[in-house]
Protein backbone atom coordinates (compact mmCIF):
# COMPACT_ATOMS: atom_id res chain seq x y z
CA UNK A 1 0.00 0.00 0.00
CA UNK A 2 1.88 2.95 -1.22
CA UNK A 3 1.51 6.66 -0.27
CA UNK A 4 -1.22 4.77 2.82
CA UNK A 5 -0.71 6.47 6.39
CA UNK A 6 -0.76 3.03 7.90
CA UNK A 7 0.33 1.23 10.63
CA UNK A 8 -3.05 1.20 11.87
CA UNK A 9 -2.93 1.28 15.88
CA UNK A 10 -5.44 -0.33 17.47
CA UNK A 11 -4.17 -0.18 21.35
CA UNK A 12 -0.74 0.35 22.75
CA UNK A 13 1.98 -1.46 20.49
CA UNK A 14 -0.70 -3.76 18.59
CA UNK A 15 -1.56 -2.56 15.26
CA UNK A 16 -2.87 -3.78 12.10
CA UNK A 17 -0.93 -5.93 10.07
CA UNK A 18 -0.78 -5.03 6.57
CA UNK A 19 -0.54 -8.58 5.24
CA UNK A 20 -3.61 -9.53 6.91
CA UNK A 21 -6.17 -7.04 5.65
CA UNK A 22 -7.52 -8.16 1.90
CA UNK A 23 -8.85 -5.43 -0.05
CA UNK A 24 -11.97 -5.86 -2.50
CA UNK A 25 -12.97 -3.17 -4.96
CA UNK A 26 -16.51 -2.23 -6.95
CA UNK A 27 -18.20 0.70 -8.33
CA UNK A 28 -20.27 2.91 -5.56
CA UNK A 29 -23.70 3.09 -6.03
CA UNK A 30 -25.33 6.72 -6.04
CA UNK A 31 -25.39 9.44 -8.67
CA UNK A 32 -22.24 10.90 -10.37
CA UNK A 33 -21.09 12.25 -13.67
CA UNK A 34 -19.01 10.73 -16.33
CA UNK A 35 -16.22 9.08 -14.12
CA UNK A 36 -18.78 7.10 -11.52
CA UNK A 37 -19.12 4.22 -14.24
CA UNK A 38 -15.52 3.65 -14.93
CA UNK A 39 -13.62 3.98 -11.39
CA UNK A 40 -14.04 1.04 -8.52
CA UNK A 41 -14.24 3.74 -5.77
CA UNK A 42 -16.22 2.00 -3.42
CA UNK A 43 -13.78 -0.38 -0.76
CA UNK A 44 -14.68 -3.15 1.15
CA UNK A 45 -11.78 -4.10 3.63
CA UNK A 46 -11.37 -8.04 5.17
CA UNK A 47 -9.88 -8.87 8.46
CA UNK A 48 -9.58 -12.80 9.55
CA UNK A 49 -10.48 -11.93 13.24
CA UNK A 50 -10.36 -15.83 14.43
CA UNK A 51 -7.33 -16.49 12.27
CA UNK A 52 -5.28 -13.44 12.97
CA UNK A 53 -1.71 -13.80 15.18
CA UNK A 54 -1.44 -10.01 15.57
CA UNK A 55 -4.08 -9.51 18.68
CA UNK A 56 -2.98 -11.07 22.07
CA UNK A 57 -5.52 -14.39 22.72
CA UNK A 58 -7.28 -12.52 25.48
CA UNK A 59 -8.32 -9.40 22.89
CA UNK A 60 -8.93 -11.83 20.48
CA UNK A 61 -11.73 -13.50 22.28
CA UNK A 62 -13.01 -10.34 23.48
CA UNK A 63 -13.43 -9.19 19.94
CA UNK A 64 -14.56 -12.50 18.60
CA UNK A 65 -17.39 -12.43 22.07
CA UNK A 66 -18.16 -8.52 21.05
CA UNK A 67 -18.43 -8.28 17.38
CA UNK A 68 -20.24 -12.01 17.15
CA UNK A 69 -23.34 -10.45 14.86
CA UNK A 70 -20.91 -8.55 12.36
CA UNK A 71 -18.62 -11.67 11.69
CA UNK A 72 -18.92 -14.15 9.01
CA UNK A 73 -16.83 -17.49 9.42
CA UNK A 74 -14.71 -15.36 11.71
CA UNK A 75 -14.24 -12.30 9.23
CA UNK A 76 -14.48 -8.72 9.58
CA UNK A 77 -15.90 -6.72 6.74
CA UNK A 78 -15.84 -2.68 6.45
CA UNK A 79 -17.10 -1.14 3.93
CA UNK A 80 -16.64 2.47 2.53
CA UNK A 81 -17.59 4.69 -0.35
CA UNK A 82 -18.55 7.94 0.74
CA UNK A 83 -15.57 9.39 -0.90
CA UNK A 84 -15.08 9.59 -4.74
CA UNK A 85 -11.53 8.45 -4.46
CA UNK A 86 -10.33 5.21 -3.70
CA UNK A 87 -7.14 6.45 -1.88
CA UNK A 88 -9.66 8.27 0.61
CA UNK A 89 -12.70 5.23 1.07
CA UNK A 90 -8.69 2.98 1.44
CA UNK A 91 -7.98 5.29 4.59
CA UNK A 92 -11.35 5.58 5.96
CA UNK A 93 -12.23 1.76 5.76
CA UNK A 94 -8.76 1.00 7.85
CA UNK A 95 -9.39 3.64 10.23
CA UNK A 96 -12.88 2.57 10.74
CA UNK A 97 -12.03 -1.06 11.25
CA UNK A 98 -8.88 0.22 13.75
CA UNK A 99 -11.36 1.66 15.87
CA UNK A 100 -13.71 -0.71 15.87
CA UNK A 101 -11.00 -3.07 16.60
CA UNK A 102 -10.23 -0.91 19.73
CA UNK A 103 -13.49 -0.68 20.83
CA UNK A 104 -13.96 -4.35 21.03
CA UNK A 105 -11.16 -5.43 22.51
CA UNK A 106 -11.01 -2.63 25.25
CA UNK A 107 -11.51 -4.13 28.88
CA UNK A 108 -14.72 -4.16 30.55
CA UNK A 109 -15.84 -1.66 32.85
CA UNK A 110 -14.90 -2.20 36.32
CA UNK A 111 -18.01 -2.85 38.34
CA UNK A 112 -20.02 -0.38 40.04
CA UNK A 113 -19.53 -0.77 43.92
CA UNK A 114 -23.08 0.32 45.56
CA UNK A 115 -22.97 2.91 48.22
CA UNK A 116 -25.54 3.46 50.68
CA UNK A 117 -27.08 7.12 50.80
CA UNK A 118 -26.10 8.87 53.95
CA UNK A 119 -28.78 9.14 56.58
CA UNK A 120 -28.52 12.82 56.81
CA UNK A 121 -29.51 13.17 53.13
CA UNK A 122 -32.52 10.34 53.18
CA UNK A 123 -33.89 12.61 56.47
CA UNK A 124 -33.78 16.00 54.91
CA UNK A 125 -35.11 14.02 52.07
CA UNK A 126 -38.27 13.08 54.17
CA UNK A 127 -38.49 16.27 56.10
CA UNK A 128 -39.03 18.15 52.89
CA UNK A 129 -41.37 15.90 51.38
CA UNK A 130 -43.64 16.07 54.78
CA UNK A 131 -43.05 20.33 54.43
CA UNK A 132 -44.23 20.05 50.89
CA UNK A 133 -47.39 18.08 51.80
CA UNK A 134 -48.28 20.27 54.56
CA UNK A 135 -48.45 23.10 52.37
CA UNK A 136 -50.43 21.60 49.77
CA UNK A 137 -52.63 20.77 52.36
CA UNK A 138 -52.98 23.81 53.77
CA UNK A 139 -54.15 24.85 49.72
CA UNK A 140 -57.18 22.43 49.89
CA UNK A 141 -59.40 25.39 50.52
CA UNK A 142 -61.31 24.25 53.29
CA UNK A 143 -63.69 26.73 53.93
CA UNK A 144 -63.44 29.04 51.44
CA UNK A 145 -66.75 30.36 49.94
Request: aromatic share 4%.
Amino acid sequence: MDGMSGPYVIRGSVSLPEAELMWRFSRSSGPGGQHVNTSDSQVELRFDLAGTQALPEVWKQRALERLASRLVDGVLTVRSSEHRSQWRNRETAAVRLAALLAEATAPPPKPRTPTRIPRGINERRLREKKQRSETKRGRAGQGWT
